[in-house]
């Protein structure tokens, strides 16, 4: 059973920085190839905001491009993402997901949300105005 747990978020200051994990379970980096970030603000679609292959491949929103950064151990099924220069902007649930994507379809694009089966629950980022 593919498990995703997420840990890190919190309440932090604009400016400042929190990073995520999300350990994975149930499965190897060769049939869940994709991992990955996305969020949700308040009556907000979700996003895609940062994901990476199994391969180091990455896609990155262009939002956070710059201030965040994914990472992945695939020895220990976990996905990173440091988030630096928060700002109010960034306040949302943000969720852990993977899953095994065609060839060039391990991006944040919103069409490409459909290839990631598994998701975790949640971990709120709060950045107060």
């Known amino acids: 059973q593919v498990q995703l747990v997420e840990s890190g978020g919190g309440s932090v200051q604009a400016g400042g920085s929190l990073r995520l994990s999300c350990a994975g379970s149930?499965?190897?980096?060769?049939?869940?190839?994709?991992m990955g970030w996305f969020r949700q603000a308040p009556g907000k679609e979700r996003e895609g905001v940062a994901v990476?292959?199994?391969?180091?491949?990455?896609s990155v929103a262009d939002s956070v491009k710059g201030r965040f950064t994914i990472s992945r151990d695939n020895a220990k099924n976990t996905v990173y993402l440091q988030m630096n220069s928060l700002t109010p902007e960034d306040t949302a649930m943000y969720y852990c997901?993977?899953?095994?994507?065609?060839?060039?379809?391990?991006?944040?694009?919103?069409?490409?949300?459909?290839?990631?089966?598994?998701w975790g629950q949640g971990t709120q980022v709060t950045v107060p105005s």
């Open positions: 990476i292959n199994r391969d180091a491949g990455l």
């Open positions: 149930g499965y190897t980096a060769s049939t869940l190839d994709c």
């Open positions: 997901a993977a899953g095994l994507t065609p060839l060039g379809r391990c991006s944040v694009r919103a069409e490409n949300q459909q290839f990631f089966r598994y």
